[in-house]
Nanobody, 119 residues
Framework: QVQLVESGGGLVQAGGSLRLSCAASGSIFSMNAMGWYRQAPGKQRELVARIFRSGFTNYADSMKARFTISRDNAKNTVYLQMNSLKPEDTAVYYC?????????????WGQGTQVTVSS
């Protein structure tokens, strides 16, 4: 079983930066990818960015120029550096791990961390 612990959310002014962290523990050898999703009030959860076991990354188009996902393999931690934040980035950000199981893939989620960007 894999556990995901997020940190780094908070309140920031528009134009500011935040870095989110997600530390994974447990059976991480079956992890295909880790990433970040977000959910704003009244909206569906959406992909922000993810990084695969190979190191390949992909981003939501609207965030590609401002956000950077990275990982520290020694710490089993994934980071999301968010720059030039906008009020519309306000959401709960969830860490995600896509796992390989015997019957296919499945997703695990962190508890979420609130990011609020004031105008």
């Amino acid at each position: 079983q894999v556990q995901l612990v997020e940190s780094g959310g908070g309140l920031v002014q528009a134009g500011g930066s935040l870095r989110l962290s997600c530390a994974a523990s447990g059976s991480i050898f079956s992890m295909n990818a880790m990433g970040w999703y977000r959910q704003a009030p009244g909206k569906q959860r959406e992909l922000v960015a993810r990084i695969f076991r190979s190191g390949f990354t992909n981003y939501a188009d609207s965030m590609k120029a401002r956000f950077t996902i990275s990982r520290d393999n020694a710490k089993n931690t994934v980071y999301l550096q968010m720059n030039s934040l906008k009020p519309e980035d306000t959401a709960v950000y969830y860490c995600n791990a896509n796992m390989q199981g015997g019957l296919g893939t499945y997703d695990l989620w962190g508890q979420g961390t609130q990011v609020t960007v004031s105008s």
